[in-house]
């Protein structure tokens, strides 16, 4: 009997113990369903859209209008092998609609000759966007050519009708005397300024444009005071004055222009400073009070041309545009600043307050090289828009070839930058990239790349904002 009753005893405590661990898992399983119906559940990747923040690209502009050059990769300078080039690429102009932040959008692509081998100047584009100008400077290499040496000078100059963005067209085709060197608008549009090369008479052809944003006649000149041609010219966006870059001479100069009904002039306007080694690009502060030029200390006793012998500077002139009591213009360099190497090309903001330089470094040396760079960056400097005080605020490098394509977006608050190529061997050899970059301000301000990267032809090398 007492068998009998310790084994009820266990088989009641066994029942109880079951029932008791049922109880558990139910109500573990009821907590866990209400817990899960409170936590937002993951979708799969068909259906899921992504989080939305309406502030992380807010890129204000209604085109950018990139210039690609695919006949050479970047290594050409050095080694002279224009390198590998697939039958369907060729030298463009793509125009990126910024609409809606890059959402949906088509790039539109107009193929039109140009090249890399002059400073990033030989694309205008008119204030109001209707139109645009492209200097050819190397004309496509001939059937069969395969070094650099071998392309023949540009003498082109082709005016875009960009009326129609879904739609571009060339509408007219000019040529000069030489090699097209530089295109700029004046403020107003009504000029267009080509400086050339390789011609020893002729150095600048300003053309009065028409209505219909086509090229009348030229006036064909030198810049006054000097025997060749600028490499570089911009318009001042205030009054009637052209700055020219000289790099062989380490000099910026001005002209004032004087227009009589289709004929132009040009007077000297103050002496020719030295802004340093080897000056490549100019650009005015909107107000045209300074000009700042970039140097790019090549030709330094390097065995290579262009391989620098250190940093580049950022050289600031406050330009006077009226004379003295004594009745003399004088203009003077009221800062400098050192940035990345080999800086081609820089950035002003809309306001003034920025400048970027953009550096290529090393980048586009050949592969075998042991001085190349497998980097290039960027540089932000804040500038005093009274005084023209230049404050470094810092370098950030970034993966890219020969980068020499800069612009702030029409807010000042971010940036587009156009690499030449990339290093990553994956990539198509026949695309390469527009990034973009958020400028954050601060007691500290910073760039900051962001994860926005639009594909165009391969050797992007200008790129404008169309606002």
């Not at 119906?37 to 899921?48: D, I």
């Not at 318009?235 to 289709?262: D, H």
């Not at 045209?288 to 600031?316: E, K, M, P």
Request: aromatic letters at 8%; glycine letters at 6%; hydrophobic letters at 40%.
């Amino acid at each position: 009997m007492r068998h009998f009753m310790m084994s009820l005893m266990k088989t009641r405590l066994w029942l109880i113990l079951c029932i008791a661990m049922l109880a558990i898992a139910l109500f573990s399983k009821t907590v866990t369903a209400q817990e899960a119906a409170k936590v937002p559940q993951l979708t799969t990747a068909g259906t899921f859209t992504g989080q939305i923040f309406p502030a992380y690209f807010p890129f204000q502009g209604r085109y950018l209008a990139v210039l690609s050059d695919a006949d050479m990769v970047a290594s050409a300078y050095l080694d002279n092998n224009l390198g590998p080039k697939s039958p369907s690429m060729r030298d463009e102009l793509t125009l990126i609609p910024l609409a809606n932040g890059l959402q949906g959008f088509k790039p539109i692509r107009l193929p039109v000759s140009n090249a890399v081998t002059a400073w990033p100047s030989i694309l205008a584009i008119s204030s109001d966007g209707r139109f645009a100008y492209v200097a050819e400077v190397d004309r496509p290499p001939a059937s069969g050519d395969t070094q650099r040496a071998q392309l023949q000078p540009g003498p082109n100059v082709n005016v875009i009708d960009l009326s129609n963005p879904a739609s571009p067209r060339i509408v007219q085709t000019v040529q000069v005397q030489g090699r097209t060197q530089a295109a700029a608008l004046s403020a107003d549009s009504k000029l267009l300024a080509v400086s050339l090369s390789r011609n020893n008479n002729e150095h600048i052809y300003i053309y009065p444009i028409q209505t219909n944003g086509q090229l009348s006649q030229p006036s064909i000149l030198k810049f006054p005071g000097v025997d060749e041609a600028p490499l570089h010219i911009e318009f001042s966006p205030q009054g009637n004055f052209l700055a020219a870059i000289f790099a062989g001479r380490n000099e910026a100069r001005f002209a004032r222009y004087q227009v009589t009904g289709n004929s132009v002039r040009l007077e000297p306007w103050g002496e020719p400073l030295i802004t340093g080694k080897f000056p490549s690009v100019g650009h005015w502060t909107s107000d045209g009070r300074h000009l700042i030029v970039t140097n790019l200390n090549w030709f330094g006793g390097t065995a290579d041309r262009y391989v620098g012998t250190g940093n580049s500077t950022l050289a600031v002139i406050a330009f006077n545009a009226q004379p003295n009591r004594e009745g003399k213009i004088t203009h003077t360099i009221v800062s400098t600043a050192s940035v990345g190497a080999s800086a081609e090309e820089f950035a002003i903001s809309p306001d003034g307050r920025r400048v970027v330089s953009l550096n290529m470094h090393n980048s586009f040396l050949p592969p075998n090289d042991p001085r190349l760079s497998y980097y290039s960056s960027l540089t932000l400097v804040d500038c005093d828009r009274q005084t023209g005080e230049l404050t470094p605020r810092g370098t950030y490098l970034f993966e890219s070839i020969l980068p020499e394509g800069i612009t702030f977006d029409a807010s000042g608050k971010f940036l587009a930058v156009a690499n030449f190529a990339h290093f990553n061997p994956q990539r198509s050899v026949e695309e390469t990239t527009v990034d973009f970059w958020r400028v954050v301000d601060g007691i500290e301000p910073k760039l900051v790349q962001l994860d926005v990267k639009v594909p165009v032809m391969r050797g992007a090398h200008v790129v404008k904002l169309i606002p």
